[in-house]
């Protein structure tokens, strides 16, 4: 190869210069030469293929001309006449494996594979890109306080397994309350059915989900309903399928000695697939820039990061304990991470599954991040009747200074809640969990104190439905811990099951006081979450509440704490209540609960019955704006009034004869009058009834 560095600015990847032109640049160390094969030489291996190399001999790079701006272009690179890796930077990968396996209407007009040129994934490019209309402007994230963050997984998530099942849905995600989303991984992974923890090309949406505009679309989609939307992203590990592996690989597949992003052997006991070395500085700029690339072009919110634990060179083996330990070059790491990623996009969400050792999580929060906060154990316990404290789900608890710890008792990894309350709960003097009314009773009781104890917080898809498909369904009647990853079927059926109904109803209204009532947000509380009776005292200038449940399966007494006597109000039902002695106990049945305030609020709709209102309009068939799409009725419905005059032997004006009312603010030129068949004047306007309307006739 001509030994020559490139122009500056030039980076890795796809370089694209003007329409006709761009240089594509490949960083490969150590290898003697590298073709550039594509649709633009007719995947020659020739002279005029053979890429340039710089002087330190660590890139290897080439323009390309004459290209068609409007046109995907097919390419990959051959490495020392043997090896064929695709471009880690492409954001449009096609594989010879998956493709033909992708629905059409998943990924309309796809590129096809280039077969007979080509074996192993190759990258897509256009030098005039595809031009989205965005239209968030004006969108504000939720303070990382009030966040109600919903973890999904597109290809259960609905039966459609695309980015537009989500979008469908996000009317109902908008009325649930939920104010982020969360979605596991959607780059490119291996496989089309992945819960993408597999990943190979960074910089490319998986397919199998949709096109790159179509994720776009429901971000804006999100933003415009005041949604944050969260990327799960993968910096511990890689799959087979990255170049960056595959470019120095032993030939038992094992990572080579001289791989300039890649741990010969993993740093730590949990780490699946090819562990990244975040001390090398090629790694860290690596992640940088897959970091910046999905909040600038894709408009995410943030970042959930997988195994954040693993993102050391502390090395660990198989000792889980030792892994566990403080680690402050693991810190290290993760704030060159966050810093830059705050520095380029101040506000950025960065979420933590770290489930490490408190002190370490504790220097973590202190310094912005967000850290899972599992609680599925003691939830679990207290909700099945066992017990359970649930105070370390609260960030004061840890001895945190900010807010930071983001709880939840259910995510894709946990057997799923309402399987294990159905299954295991317990049962006293007729008080049975394990049947199914009780059951979802208690998983509200469980979502009130989850919702409510301040702080951020996650939920699963469809648990508000009191999804109870056992985790390891294997879908042909056995069960089996291989299946965890299968498929699993959306349910949203048990929308129409009165119980699961009278659940999500209360879970929507336990995440509109989370997102929208200020005591809910305060930094002056207690929380007293460790026996069977549980209560959440929160406290402002402006609003007060008290949060009571009992967790046992038999009634107890309870001294609320109010913090005065005086009016108080229940949330749920409307109920007024005159408070005098601080000192009464209340007594609750088991499973029940109460939500007190002292500042009276509309009543939710919590009635197992009724739909929910989340398509509300005109539901009379006979009105002129019926929405067939309504399931509830908001009071719209308006009608076609016929105004007629007869003129008689009066001529017309030339200016026309008109209709002038106070619903159209008497401005006559805004509805003219025709002449029908029988010689009658008359036009028609759409009105609401119960009303009385001003008008009259104009002739000219």
């Given at each position: 190869?001509?030994?020559?560095?490139?122009?500056?600015?030039?980076?890795?990847?796809?370089?694209?210069?003007?329409?006709?032109?761009?240089?594509?640049?490949?960083?490969?160390?150590?290898?003697?030469?590298?073709?550039?094969?594509?649709?633009?030489?007719?995947?020659?291996?020739?002279?005029?293929?053979?890429?340039?190399?710089?002087?330190?001999?660590?890139?290897?790079?080439?323009?390309?001309?004459?290209?068609?701006?409007?046109?995907?272009?097919?390419?990959?690179?051959?490495?020392?006449?043997?090896?064929?890796?695709?471009?880690?930077?492409?954001?449009?990968?096609?594989?010879?494996?998956?493709?033909?396996?992708?629905?059409?209407?998943?990924?309309?007009?796809?590129?096809?594979?280039?077969?007979?040129?080509?074996?192993?994934?190759?990258?897509?490019?256009?030098?005039?890109?595809?031009?989205?209309?965005?239209?968030?402007?004006?969108?504000?994230?939720?303070?990382?306080?009030?966040?109600?963050?919903?973890?999904?997984?597109?290809?259960?998530?609905?039966?459609?397994?695309?980015?537009?099942?989500?979008?469908?849905?996000?009317?109902?995600?908008?009325?649930?309350?939920?104010?982020?989303?969360e979605l596991m991984p959607v780059s490119e992974f291996d496989g089309n059915l992945s819960w993408g923890y597999n990943p190979s090309f960074r910089l490319a949406p998986d397919k199998y989900y949709g096109?790159?505009?179509?994720?776009?679309?429901?971000?804006?989609?999100?933003?415009?309903?005041?949604?944050?939307?969260?990327?799960?992203?993968?910096?511990?590990?890689?799959?087979?399928?990255?170049?960056?592996?595959?470019?120095?690989?032993?030939?038992?597949?094992?990572?080579?000695?001289?791989?300039?992003?890649?741990?010969?052997?993993?740093?730590?006991?949990?780490?699946?697939?090819?562990?990244?070395?975040?001390?090398?500085?090629?790694?860290?700029?690596?992640?940088?820039?897959?970091?910046?690339?999905?909040?600038?072009?894709?408009?995410?919110?943030?970042?959930?990061?997988?195994?954040?634990?693993?993102?050391?060179?502390?090395?660990?083996?198989?000792?889980?304990?030792?892994?566990?330990?403080?680690?402050?070059?693991?810190?290290?790491?993760?704030?060159?991470?966050?810093?830059?990623?705050?520095?380029?996009?101040?506000?950025?969400?960065?979420?933590?599954?770290?489930?490490?050792?408190?002190?370490?999580?504790?220097?973590?929060?202190?310094?912005?991040?967000?850290?899972?906060?599992?609680?599925?154990?003691?939830?679990?316990?207290?909700?099945?009747?066992?017990?359970?404290?649930?105070?370390?789900?609260?960030?004061?608890?840890?001895?945190?200074?900010?807010?930071?710890?983001?709880?939840?008792?259910?995510?894709?990894?946990?057997?799923?809640?309402?399987?294990?309350?159905?299954?295991?709960?317990?049962?006293?003097?007729?008080?049975?969990?394990?049947?199914?009314?009780?059951?979802?009773?208690?998983?509200?009781?469980?979502?009130?104190?989850?919702?409510?104890?301040?702080?951020?917080?996650?939920?699963?898809?469809?648990?508000?439905?009191?999804?109870?498909?056992?985790?390891?369904?294997?879908?042909?009647?056995?069960?089996?811990?291989?299946?965890?990853?299968?498929?699993?079927?959306?349910?949203?059926?048990?929308?129409?099951?009165?119980?699961?109904?009278?659940?999500?109803?209360?879970?929507?209204?336990?995440?509109?006081?989370?997102?929208?009532?200020?005591?809910?947000?305060?930094?002056?509380?207690?929380?007293?979450?460790?026996?069977?009776?549980?209560?959440?005292?929160?406290?402002?200038?402006?609003?007060?509440?008290?949060?009571?449940?009992?967790?046992?399966?038999?009634?107890?007494?309870?001294?609320?704490?109010?913090?005065?006597?005086?009016?108080?109000?229940?949330?749920?039902?409307?109920?007024?209540?005159?408070?005098?002695?601080?000192?009464?106990?209340?007594?609750?049945?088991?499973?029940?609960?109460?939500?007190?305030?002292?500042?009276?609020?509309?009543?939710?709709?919590?009635?197992?019955?009724?739909?929910?209102?989340?398509?509300?309009?005109?539901?009379?068939?006979?009105?002129?704006?019926?929405?067939?799409?309504?399931?509830?009725?908001?009071?719209?419905?308006?009608?076609?009034?016929?105004?007629?005059?007869?003129?008689?032997?009066?001529?017309?004006?030339?200016?026309?004869?008109?209709?002038?009312?106070?619903?159209?603010?008497?401005?006559?030129?805004?509805?003219?009058?025709?002449?029908?068949?029988?010689?009658?004047?008359?036009?028609?306007?759409?009105?609401?009834?119960?009303?009385?309307?001003?008008?009259?006739?104009?002739?000219?």
């Amino acid at each position: 190869p001509l030994i020559q560095d490139p122009p500056d600015g030039i980076v890795d990847g796809v370089n694209v210069l003007s329409p006709t032109s761009a240089i594509i640049q490949l960083r490969a160390p150590g290898k003697d030469y590298v073709h550039l094969r594509g649709d633009f030489n007719g995947f020659a291996i020739n002279d005029a293929s053979l890429m340039n190399q710089s002087v330190d001999g660590a890139r290897h790079w080439l323009q390309v001309n004459g290209l068609n701006g409007f046109q995907n272009w097919r390419y990959h690179f051959l490495i020392e006449g043997s090896l064929e890796v695709g471009d880690p930077y492409a954001e449009l990968i096609i594989d010879p494996w998956n493709d033909g396996y992708i629905p059409q209407d998943h990924f309309p007009n796809m590129p096809s594979f280039p077969f007979g040129q080509a074996n192993w994934p190759n990258g897509v490019f256009r030098t005039v890109p595809l031009e989205f209309e965005w239209t968030d402007q004006d969108f504000i994230r939720p303070s990382q306080d009030k966040l109600v963050v919903y973890e999904l997984l597109i290809r259960d998530f609905d039966e459609g397994q695309t980015y537009q099942d989500v979008i469908d849905r996000l009317d109902y995600l908008e009325w649930l309350g939920i104010n982020a989303i969360e979605l596991m991984p959607v780059s490119e992974f291996d496989g089309n059915l992945s819960w993408g923890y597999n990943p190979s090309f960074r910089l490319a949406p998986d397919k199998y989900y949709g096109t790159g505009e179509l994720l776009k679309s429901l971000i804006n989609a999100a933003h415009e309903r005041g949604i944050a939307v969260i990327m799960d992203i993968v910096p511990n590990h890689s799959f087979g399928l990255d170049p960056m592996v595959r470019m120095y690989q032993d030939a038992d597949g094992s990572v080579a000695p001289d791989n300039p992003w890649f741990n010969e052997a993993a740093m730590h006991p949990f780490s699946p697939g090819y562990d990244f070395n975040h001390s090398d500085p090629w790694t860290v700029e690596h992640w940088k820039r897959i970091f910046d690339y999905w909040l600038d072009e894709y408009h995410f919110d943030g970042y959930r990061i997988d195994l954040s634990k693993g993102l050391t060179q502390t090395f660990s083996g198989t000792d889980v304990g030792q892994w566990n330990l403080f680690d402050q070059s693991r810190i290290d790491i993760l704030f060159e991470y966050g810093n830059h990623i705050w520095s380029q996009n101040p506000g950025t969400y960065i979420i933590l599954e770290h489930l490490g050792s408190n002190a370490e999580e504790t220097v973590l929060a202190n310094g912005g991040f967000m850290l899972w906060g599992k609680m599925t154990n003691a939830y679990t316990q207290a909700t099945m009747g066992y017990g359970g404290d649930l105070n370390w789900g609260v960030w004061s608890n840890r001895g945190w200074n900010w807010p930071n710890l983001l709880t939840y008792f259910e995510s894709h990894d946990e057997q799923r809640f309402a399987h294990e309350v159905q299954a295991y709960g317990a049962s006293n003097n007729g008080y049975n969990i394990q049947e199914f009314e009780t059951a979802m009773e208690r998983i509200a009781l469980a979502h009130a104190f989850l919702l409510c104890a301040p702080g951020p917080k996650m939920m699963w898809q469809q648990g508000e439905l009191g999804y109870d498909l056992n985790l390891f369904d294997c879908g042909n009647g056995t069960f089996d811990e291989s299946c965890k990853l299968d498929e699993k079927p959306a349910l949203w059926e048990y929308l129409e099951v009165p119980e699961r109904r009278a659940l999500v109803k209360h879970i929507s209204a336990f995440t509109q006081l989370k997102t929208t009532q200020p005591v809910f947000s305060s930094w002056d509380f207690n929380v007293d979450m460790a026996n069977q009776g549980k209560r959440i005292h929160l406290y402002s200038p402006t609003q007060n509440a008290v949060i009571l449940g009992n967790f046992a399966t038999e009634g107890i007494n309870m001294v609320p704490g109010f913090p005065y006597a005086g009016t108080w109000y229940d949330y749920l039902t409307g109920e007024e209540i005159g408070v005098s002695d601080l000192t009464n106990a209340w007594y609750l049945e088991p499973g029940e609960f109460r939500i007190l305030l002292d500042t009276p609020l509309p009543v939710p709709d919590l009635d197992p019955n009724t739909p929910l209102q989340i398509y509300t309009g005109c539901t009379d068939s006979a009105a002129a704006n019926y929405d067939p799409e309504a399931t509830a009725d908001d009071g719209s419905c308006s009608y076609w009034v016929t105004f007629s005059m007869d003129l008689g032997t009066v001529e017309p004006n030339a200016a026309g004869v008109h209709l002038a009312g106070e619903f159209q603010t008497w401005d006559p030129g805004s509805t003219p009058l025709s002449l029908n068949a029988e010689g009658i004047w008359e036009t028609q306007v759409m009105l609401m009834p119960g009303q009385s309307y001003a008008y009259k006739f104009i002739n000219g």
